[in-house]
């Protein structure tokens, strides 16, 4: 096994008594006082994540707008400078190569964050596709670190070290500004909990100093460290895709719920053909979330049962902190899709009854 990466962060958990696992070539922190006590953080509170691990890409030129179009699914027409865009990239026959995020620097500079795990399948995809335009492709993930400050007080403790209006920003906008007494912060008005906070990619060198004001800045607000184990479970309360478990190539966003970031009467992009498709004959299967009705938690690969028949798979699942429930979603027929619809998940060779519900699963009281 090759060595693994650590973040500029990393000192400074292991301090706070973060537990460390491999992930997508890192050493990342798991939890720190608990996953159930950082995902209530989140919740009540705040709480601020390292997501170092995840990839940057730049596309830069004359043709990275024409270029970019045909990659992803959504329509990136719609997108000004300082706007962000949730899309998929789709291969040739709809399966979901990746969804990503990319922010608009200007009508020929574009800033994308990938998943960490498909890094170089992206980059890769990146470089095949766009060869034809004129624009360079530049993996420069080494260079930038990410943290996630999230919670109904994240926006306060971020004021403690930066005089941008964060709360002024609209969702999926971005600025670049001094935080923490560090210039240059790419600060996104994005996330990944269902809750307010904004995303921060920082150039590795500066990166701690940011850490460490963040924290000092929370430590009367409620702020917790959080690892990926709570970051799992904010997630899938939320519905949110999670590429390996929920998306990947062997489906398309069709089945996998992000049939809104297609936009087919855009023009040509790749996979566009087969989606179009898919949307016109209905998808194979889809991706829905339940409720567990009987005692058992559903976990990725656990197999979904209607009538003595497997009818799916669950992709996610966990017993929901803030719900006091087990969830799950899973790809079923289509047929079983509605609220309301039955079926069971074979748990530890048990047959236990589950219902399909409305998503998101967690919703915050006005």
Request: hydrophobic share 40%; charged share 25%; glycine share 12%.
């Amino acid at each position: 096994m090759t060595d693994l990466k650590r973040t500029p962060f990393y000192d400074l958990q292991a301090a706070q008594g973060a537990r460390f696992v491999p992930f997508a070539g890192w050493e990342m922190p798991v939890q720190f006082s608990g996953v159930i006590a950082e995902h209530k953080a989140v919740r009540e509170a705040a709480g601020l994540f390292d997501v170092s691990h995840m990839g940057e890409v730049t596309v830069r030129g004359p043709g990275a707008f024409e270029g970019l179009q045909y990659v992803i699914t959504n329509d990136l027409s719609k997108l000004e400078d300082g706007g962000a865009l949730y899309t998929t990239m789709c291969q040739e026959d709809g399966g979901i190569v990746d969804d990503l995020i990319v922010y608009r620097l200007g009508q020929d500079d574009y800033f994308i964050c990938v998943n960490a795990g498909r890094r170089e399948e992206d980059v890769a995809h990146f470089h095949r596709h766009l060869a034809d335009f004129d624009c360079v492709v530049e993996d420069c993930s080494d260079a930038w670190a990410q943290l996630a400050l999230q919670g109904p007080r994240a926006l306060e403790i971020f004021g403690a070290v930066s005089e941008l209006d964060a709360a002024g920003m609209k969702p999926f906008t971005f600025v670049d500004a001094p935080v923490g007494g560090v210039e240059g912060v790419r600060v996104a008005r994005t996330g990944y909990t269902g809750e307010e906070g904004v995303e921060l990619y920082l150039k590795v060198e500066s990166a701690a100093a940011v850490f460490e004001a963040l924290v000092a800045a929370g430590a009367d607000k409620g702020l917790q460290l959080c690892g990926l184990g709570a970051r799992d479970t904010l997630r899938l309360e939320m519905k949110y895709a999670l590429y390996g478990n929920d998306i990947d190539t062997e489906h398309n966003p069709y089945e996998g719920g992000l049939g809104w970031v297609v936009k087919l009467k855009k023009g040509d992009f790749i996979g566009r053909e087969a989606l179009a498709a898919v949307k016109e004959a209905g998808p194979r299967q889809k991706l829905v979330g339940f409720k567990m009705v009987g005692r058992g938690i559903p976990r990725q690969g656990y197999p979904i049962y209607a009538e003595g028949a497997e009818v799916g798979v669950v992709t996610s699942g966990t017993h929901s902190p803030s719900l006091g429930e087990a969830i799950g979603v899973g790809y079923v027929d289509p047929s079983l899709t509605a609220p309301g619809s039955q079926f069971t998940i074979r748990v530890r060779g048990k047959d236990i009854p589950a219902v399909v519900v409305k998503t998101p699963f967690y919703k915050r009281e006005p």
